[in-house]
């Protein structure tokens, strides 16, 4: 295959890399910015283009590789020390949307609470626990401690993971409903 053969393949390519990538991330700059660096590592082994048999399939799993690179470090953000964060960031009316009193403002409350109540059935047992006793049900991390035998930090955590479930969850309700 020569260079400006694998260049072709790889234009072609590119809008459905960048939207097969883009399920990593939610976002198509981000698949865009993994993409462009598979052209560039593309570009760096031009010399030893007689070893890639396939050029689409090298594309590909080169992409989800760097996907997976890119996650993989954007994690620690997720996971740090959940103890030293104030509970107020753990609370659900930071991920749901404000209302006034309207009819159809009561009618886009009524439709959320009805898909949260769905994606909390679809959250682990422990997370759902965790995050109704402290959303719903008011009891202090301290206090469920003591009820459920489990350290403060591991019910925070729970309750940080339901969270960021239930807001990746419900991501596309709220964006249909501020459209």
Same mark, same amino acid.
């Not at 050029?55 to 799993?61: D, I, Q």
């Given at each position: 295959m020569t260079h400006s053969d694998a260049l072709r393949t790889a234009e072609l390519e590119r809008p459905k890399l960048v939207n097969f990538i883009s399920k990593f991330f939610g976002?198509?700059? =981000?698949a865009e910015d993994v993409v462009q660096d598979v052209f560039y590592q593309l570009i760096e082994k031009f010399d030893d283009l007689s070893t890639i048999n396939n050029l689409t399939g090298w594309l590909y799993r080169a992409a989800k590789n760097k996907a997976i690179d890119q996650t993989r470090k954007k994690k620690p953000e997720l996971y740090d020390d959940f103890s030293s964060q104030k509970n107020e960031d753990l609370r659900l009316e930071n991920i749901l949307p404000k209302f006034g009193s309207t009819p159809e403002d009561e009618m886009m409350s009524k439709a959320i609470a009805e898909e949260l109540e769905l994606a909390l059935q679809e959250l $682990? $047992? @422990?997370?759902? @626990?965790?995050f109704v006793m402290h959303e719903?049900? =008011?009891? $202090?991390f301290s206090e469920m401690s003591e009820m459920l035998g489990v350290t403060v930090n591991t019910l925070i955590s729970r309750k940080r993971y339901a969270?960021?479930?239930?807001?990746?969850?419900?991501? @596309?309700l709220y964006n249909l409903l501020n459209d």
């Amino acid at each position: 295959m020569t260079h400006s053969d694998a260049l072709r393949t790889a234009e072609l390519e590119r809008p459905k890399l960048v939207n097969f990538i883009s399920k990593f991330f939610g976002s198509y700059e =981000d698949a865009e910015d993994v993409v462009q660096d598979v052209f560039y590592q593309l570009i760096e082994k031009f010399d030893d283009l007689s070893t890639i048999n396939n050029l689409t399939g090298w594309l590909y799993r080169a992409a989800k590789n760097k996907a997976i690179d890119q996650t993989r470090k954007k994690k620690p953000e997720l996971y740090d020390d959940f103890s030293s964060q104030k509970n107020e960031d753990l609370r659900l009316e930071n991920i749901l949307p404000k209302f006034g009193s309207t009819p159809e403002d009561e009618m886009m409350s009524k439709a959320i609470a009805e898909e949260l109540e769905l994606a909390l059935q679809e959250l $682990p $047992p @422990e997370q759902r @626990e965790a995050f109704v006793m402290h959303e719903f049900e =008011d009891i $202090p991390f301290s206090e469920m401690s003591e009820m459920l035998g489990v350290t403060v930090n591991t019910l925070i955590s729970r309750k940080r993971y339901a969270l960021l479930y239930l807001r990746e969850r419900l991501k @596309e309700l709220y964006n249909l409903l501020n459209d």
